[in-house]
């Protein structure tokens, strides 16, 4: 099976989580690859529609959509939402990660576009979200959630 091919969507914020991942993907130590679908540049543009287009094609590219949900996440409507809601329209497996370690949709910080659309919400621990990414697939309506048990058999024990 090859590399999951994954758009990550972010709030600018949460910045250092993104490349904190890109580094997991480095390393030789961790067991987490994916083929990442962000643009390899940032793009030099104020004009919205280009910005768009251009995320739109590489959305396109991916199967999968993470979401780094952060503690303003729920709030950024420009590129963040959108960029979900075309991962959505194109069924990409949509996968939650949680910033702030829980292991299920919260409601505090969970932006309501990827609510009840078939998402699988995870910590951001590398094991789990490789986990997602090779294993999740669109699965309807609802939230969904790897039991403590998924978490424990990956060797994730804690909650920190």
Known sequence: MGLPRTFVGFSSTDIRYYRLMQAWKASEHIDFNFTDCQLQAEIDSENEAYIKRKCRERINMAGKYVMLIGEDTRYKYKYV????????????????????????????????????????????????????????????????????????????????
């Open 81 to 160: 939402r959108w960029e979900a809601e075309v991962a959505i329209e194109k069924r990409c497996a949509i996968i939650g990660v949680n910033l702030d370690n829980s292991r299920m949709m919260n409601a505090r910080t969970c932006p309501p576009v990827i609510r009840d659309v078939g998402a699988v919400f995870v910590a951001f621990k590398p094991r789990i979200i490789a986990h997602a990414l090779e294993r999740y697939a669109t699965s309807g309506n609802g939230d969904f959630h790897y039991p403590d048990s998924a978490y424990q058999a990956l060797g994730i024990a804690d909650y920190s």
